[in-house]
């Protein structure tokens, strides 16, 4: 008797194939963790460097420095990672920036982490970048522990990123390619709990020239620059009617030591921020913007220059679906924290580029402070010396440690967070092809 195949036809078992991956896309890979000797790597090396890193964090706190003038903490970090195993470098053209690299074995994926370490003028810490910079080595730490006890091939290396206020640090850092190997990366900020995504930003400044006259015995003879700020201002503020919710411009305007009341002034100058949810919203805001200061010159007959960087548009944050979500499955079932993924916070940081080249996630977590006193306030960063702030910090480490061990170690893992980084980037290019769009190339 002649058997008859029950299976389906080629073309019609791959069209189900197809959609059952279609479908697998849609819902999230369930977590899986890493084993109990990989945690117990990551969780022992941390608690074995607990008090270095309560002394490191006060070391940075104590003495808060400005941007890309960060001296004093970037000796006190590479110290540390020296002592601890680290081969330290900087491959970059920032004085403070560094990379410390630890592998074991051949071959094998790289993992990187993030330390920040700049403070705001007048308020210090107030962003706890002292948290972010122990984070970061505790992490390295952690990890490194579990590449060697577990015999686990791969790269750890932790960035040091100058400059993350204002002055883009992490995007000068990829320009120059410090961040070309890396094959997933991760850094966390404390602040609001995690989920909140930082929008979008962009900055640029304006200089307007007029020409100087006695404001009393000749004001005619006078082209007021002040006046093309304060137009430029005025405008701005109209502009806002009409914005959406998510997205915000703030800035200010600022003189010159020889201004005096009885002088028409010659100069003045114009420092501005504008937000969005992504980098396409963000810099047509920010044309707009700049469309009312250059209005403001015309009307007053003031010459005026613009200053752009690229390193000024920090991009909208991106976080990995794999790493992001195992993240906060893992911090819940070990340490009983049911974190967010949902919502948007109206900061920003030079992070978001780095989640444009490279798979990567940036939870927050959230540190004890005073009622009214959240991010770049005095009372935060009070709070960010506190002793709670760092154990909580070295219970983030040890979660980043365990996702970057879990990716150098779990082949499937890995290959799911590259898939999700692909789908990502044919939806959204690269930010460099953003910026260089025409309409964005000429402000």
């Given at each position: ?146 590449l060697k006890a577990c015999n686990i091939p791969g790269t750890v290396k932790l960035i040091g990123t100058p400059a993350e206020e204002g002055g883009g640090g992490k995007v000068i850092l990829l320009n120059e390619g410090v961040y070309d190997d890396l094959d997933a990366c991760g850094m966390a900020h404390p602040g609001g709990g995690y989920g909140p995504t930082p929008l979008a930003r962009s900055g640029f400044e ?238």
């Open positions: 008797m002649r058997q008859t195949s029950t299976d389906p036809p080629a073309d019609i078992q791959a069209l189900v194939n197809q959609t059952i991956d279609s479908l697998r896309d849609l819902v999230p890979n369930p977590p899986t963790f890493v084993s109990d000797e990989i945690q117990d790597a990551v969780f022992d090396a941390i608690d074995a460097v607990d008090k270095d890193m309560r002394a490191l964090n006060l070391a940075i706190h104590d003495n808060p420095e400005l941007g890309f003038k960060e001296f004093k903490a970037h000796e006190h970090l590479v110290k540390a990672l020296e002592k601890l195993g680290f081969k330290l470098s900087n491959p970059s053209s920032l004085p403070t920036a560094f990379v410390a690299t630890y592998t074991h074995g051949e071959g094998g994926r790289v993992f990187g982490l993030n330390s920040e370490f700049d403070a705001l003028p007048e308020v210090g810490h107030a962003c706890g970048h002292n948290l972010i910079a122990v984070v970061g080595v505790a992490a390295a730490v952690g990890l490194k522990a579990a304006i200089e307007f020239h007029g020409r100087g006259a006695h404001a009393g015995a000749a004001p005619w003879m006078g082209i007021n620059a002040l006046d093309a700020a304060v137009q430029g201002y005025t405008a701005v503020s109209m502009l806002r009617q009409q914005l959406e919710p998510t997205m915000r411009v703030h800035g200010i305007i600022l003189g010159s030591e020889t201004w005096a009341q009885n002088i028409i002034p010659k100069y003045a100058k114009v420092s501005y921020s504008t937000r969005a949810l992504d980098v396409r919203a963000c810099l047509e805001l920010r044309r707009k913007t700049i469309a009312c200061f250059k209005s403001a010159a015309e009307a007053t007959g003031c010459t005026f220059n613009i200053s752009a960087p690229d390193q000024e548009v920090y991009a909208d944050v991106q976080n990995n679906k794999p790493l992001s979500l195992s993240y906060q499955d893992f911090m819940e079932k070990t340490f009983g924290d049911k974190l967010e993924m949902t919502g948007m916070t109206t900061a920003s940081t030079d992070y978001g580029n780095v989640t444009y080249k490279c798979p990567a996630f940036a939870p927050n977590f959230m540190i004890p402070s005073p009622t009214g006193s959240g991010n770049h306030t005095a009372g935060f960063a009070e709070s960010a010396g506190k002793p709670e702030a760092h154990r909580l910090a070295m219970k983030v480490a040890k979660g980043l440690a365990v996702i970057g061990a879990k990716f150098l170690s779990d082949d499937a893992f890995a290959k799911e967070v590259k898939k999700e980084f692909k789908k990502f980037k044919r939806g959204v290019g690269e930010v460099e092809d953003i910026l260089s769009c025409k309409e964005y190339a000429a402000i």
